[in-house]
């Protein structure tokens, strides 16, 4: 059976058409088919995902939920009790959260069934899931390529129709450039929307969750039900999730199209762009340019602010209170360095050394506090533009899917892949990755609609109204076969 | 193109995030660490005159609450995830630390 969209199986669950069960079965069967190709999951939890399911049908409540019987998956950063979480890291091997996060509270509340969790990079840090301590996970749209990163495996679950729903993280792009990748939806929320309480931290100013899907409508449900204010977590805004509010459409839609970071894609993939514009303009919108004078520094403020506070949230993998630790060791200085020497894998330790570098004495002004100065700059870039225009519109990622091992070897050229997602994180804005078009080799590209902060629902309509106009017919290989 | 970064800073900085990096890491880390701080030292070159530091976005402030006694996570689970513990006593176990 081919999965349903998040809405279609929900709403037939709630009808009694089909038992949350049997939706529960049909994802794990799809799952353990298309799965060793892809190596898309790290945790699959088959047990808890039935009993869970089988709890869903026996409530009234659960039964009618807005996501009732909807299988998801979790990134393997994301904490949900009793699951094995290891931020694809050997550092947490075996390790079981004694808690869940707020999002999967809410989302199992809202009768969802979780079938376990997806491979990313190494604690989120890396844009092709290649840092994975436990093997890459391949494209699903084709198996020499790279699903992106870092939530690469909730991407390919969602494309390869495995789940409707999938959860990532987004810190610096880790949701729209591998949802980019994949052809599918993929959304980062305003920072502050949706609760980082369970999330494994990487970048505190930066990270946020967020849904990847194969339609507007199924990011926007997961959003409402996960998002809003949670007392947990410090950073979150003190507001519920907006509701959709009346349905604007693309007619007098203000775009903006930052044209010298438009201008660094490749041909392909400013050619879908464009495609998605010209289509804009006929649907009577106004596109025009802004310009983004901060934002070609994006990529090196990022690298400096996001190591950096990397360096402070990963300090607490130190072999003492969760996960491994290195054996023989003699004393507790030699526990920690061991441990994280040991454990940790190269992408992560060169970001830590690169983070703890840039805020040491003597250090800290000239970069971190710099990049800070300049981090304003992009934030005020924004907001001049939003008074000029309701969105921004610019690709995703420079190139569609590289193959593996193409830019393993020099880290620099794989940060470079981040020029057009990080600008959202930077300054907390809301973003999505539509799928516009095929490369000539059968490969997604992708284009981004980002939005002023709190302009969340602004974002889903106008992603909506672009999804209606360029509806996305291509079917991922994989996915078809079943 | 930059001056190498000598792996001597490699190695303090490894040494200030307690992460023990094998020579050949230590040599790669300095290789490639000075191509990527080559290419964020175009952010020296951008006029910050005035500008205030942006810690993170919609800065709201200190978020309080009232000190009330709540409860929080059971101390088995907590000792629970830990490669070595004394549940009973409730301890974390680790070698020692005077003498380190």
């Not at chain 2, 006029?47 to 205030?52: L, M, N, P, S």
């Amino acid at each position: 059976m081919k999965a349903g969209g998040a809405v279609e199986v929900r709403d037939a669950v709630a009808s009694g058409k089909v038992s949350a069960v049997d939706v529960c079965r049909d994802a794990l069967s799809r799952l353990s088919a298309i799965d060793p190709q892809l190596n898309a999951f790290r945790t699959i939890a088959a047990d808890r995902a039935l009993a869970r399911a089988a709890a869903v049908d026996a409530s009234e409540n659960l039964r009618n939920g807005p996501l009732a019987g909807v299988p998801i998956a979790l990134k393997d950063n994301i904490c949900a009790a009793g699951l094995e979480v290891t931020a694809s890291s050997r550092i947490l091997s075996g390790w079981r959260p004694p808690y869940s996060a707020t999002v999967v509270e809410r989302l199992e509340a809202a009768g969802a069934v979780i079938l376990g969790t997806t491979n990313c990079d190494e604690f989120a840090m890396g844009s092709s899931t290649e840092n994975s301590a436990f093997g890459p996970t391949r494209n699903p749209w084709a198996l020499d390529r790279a699903p992106g990163g870092s939530s690469g495996g909730s991407a390919a679950a969602v494309a390869a129709g495995i789940v409707p729903l999938a959860l990532g993280s987004d810190t610096g792009g880790s949701i729209r450039q591998p949802a980019g990748l994949c052809g599918i939806v993929g959304f980062k929320p305003t920072f502050g929307r949706v609760s980082r309480f369970g999330l494994l931290a990487f970048a505190s100013s930066l990270d946020q969750i967020g849904p990847l899907a194969r339609t507007v409508e199924d990011a926007a449900l997961a959003c409402a039900v996960m998002g809003g204010h949670d007392p947990r977590d410090a950073t979150s805004l003190n507001e519920p999730w907006p509701d959709r509010g009346p349905r604007v459409g693309l007619q007098g839609l203000r775009i903006g199209v930052p044209r010298t970071l438009a201008d660094g894609a490749d041909d392909q993939v400013r050619q879908g762009f464009e495609r998605a514009m010209d289509a804009a303009r006929a649907a009577g919108a106004h596109v025009q340019d802004v310009e983004l004078r901060y934002a070609s520094h994006g990529v090196a403020i990022y690298y400096i602010i996001a190591t950096a506070e990397a360096s402070a949230n990963l300090a607490r993998y130190d072999g003492v209170r969760f996960g491994t630790r290195a054996g023989g060791a003699a004393t507790l200085d030699e526990l920690y360095s061991r441990t994280r020497g040991d454990y940790f894998g190269a992408e992560v330790k060169r970001r830590i050394v690169l983070g703890t570098y840039v805020l040491s004495a003597g250090y800290y002004d000239a970069y971190y506090r710099k990049a800070q100065q300049v981090r304003a700059c992009v934030a005020r870039d924004y907001g001049e533009a939003f008074e000029r225009v309701d969105v921004i519109a610019c690709p995703t990622s420079p190139s569609p899917a590289f193959r593996l091992g193409e830019k393993t070897a020099d880290p620099l050229q794989m940060y470079l892949n981040d020029v057009f997602t990080v600008g959202a994180n930077l300054a907390g804005l809301p973003a999505i990755n539509l799928p516009c078009a095929l490369s000539a080799e059968g490969l997604p590209i992708g284009f981004q609609l980002i939005g002023p902060a709190r302009g969340d629902a602004r974002v889903l309509d106008a992603a909506a109204a672009f999804e209606e106009l360029l509806p996305w017919t291509h079917g991922c290989p994989i996915g078809a076969q079943q | 193109m930059p001056d190498r970064l000598p792996t001597s800073e490699i190695a303090r900085a490894a040494r200030l995030a307690r992460l023990t990096l094998t020579e050949d890491e230590q040599q790669q880390f300095a290789t490639q660490l000075t191509e990527v701080l080559g290419y964020v030292e175009q952010i020296q070159a951008v006029d910050t005159d005035g500008v205030q530091p942006m810690s993170h976005p919609h800065a709201a402030g200190l978020v309080e609450r009232a000190d009330d006694v709540r409860p929080s996570l059971d101390r088995d689970a907590a000792l629970g995830g830990a490669p070595e513990a004394d549940r009973e006593a409730g301890y974390f176990k680790v070698p020692r630390v005077l003498g380190s």
